[in-house]
Structure formats: C-alpha cells, structure tokens
C-alpha cells in the first residue's frame, strides 16, 4: 500500500523560507510521478510542482525561481523547498503520487492517485 506523509509547514514571514517534505511508502520513486498541490479555502487545488521518473521537473508559473522540487531516492522522500514566500502561497500543501502516465500533464491533478494528508503553510505580510 501507498503511504504519503508531509510536513514542514507552519506559519512565516513574508520573504521567509520553508522545506516541506513528503515520506513516502509502498512505492519506488525509480517508476513515479510525484508532485505537491496546495489548496486555499474557497479555492480549487492547483498544480505547484511535479517531478518524473526520469527526474525532469514542471512548476507552476506563480512558483517560477522560489520553489524548488526534489527527491532523495535514499530515503523515499519528497522534497519542496520554497524561498520568497508571498502570502498568496498560503494553502495546504498536499503530496501526491502515481504510476507515470502523460508527462505533458504533471500538474493536473486528475493523473494522481495517491495523496497525503497535507501540511498548512501559512505567510503573513
């Protein structure tokens, strides 16, 4: 079974920095797409970043040159780091997971199966 566990969140400053990280379970990072969605209140999800198997990487135009997404294939552990942070980037993160199918669409929710609990992060001004 697949298991996705994210933390890292918490409340900052804006122009402040976090690292959110997704523990994964079940799965080989060697076969799987792997991305983070964040989630506003009144808001649909949205796509911030996704990483393939072949390790090629997608962003959201909004998270361009602050976000960075990564994985250690070591420790089955997805990674987010986010610098510049705007309160706009307030959400719950979510980490998600699936078999790669279309690498043209990373950032669509739609090709994910396999989703974690979330981790609020929150930015003040």
């Known amino acids: 079974q697949v298991q996705l566990v994210e933390s890292g969140g918490g409340s900052v400053q804006s122009g402040g920095s976090l690292r959110l990280s997704c523990a994964a379970s079940?799965?080989?990072?060697?076969?799987?797409?792997m991305s983070w969605f964040r989630q506003a209140p009144g808001k649909e999800r949205e796509g911030v970043a996704a990483?393939?198997?072949?390790?090629?990487?997608s962003y959201a135009d909004s998270v361009k040159g602050r976000f960075t997404i990564s994985q250690d294939n070591a420790k089955n552990t997805l990674y987010l780091q986010m610098t510049s942070l705007k309160p706009e980037d307030t959400a719950m993160y979510y980490c998600?997971?699936?078999?790669?199918?279309?690498?043209?669409?990373?950032?669509?929710?739609?090709?994910?199966?396999?989703w974690g609990q979330g981790t609020q992060v929150t930015v003040s001004s």
């Open positions: 079940g799965l080989k990072f060697f076969r799987s797409c």
């Open positions: 990483i393939d198997h072949y390790e090629r990487t």
């Open positions: 998600a997971a699936a078999r790669c199918r279309d690498l043209g669409r990373l950032l669509d929710q739609s090709q994910y199966n396999y």
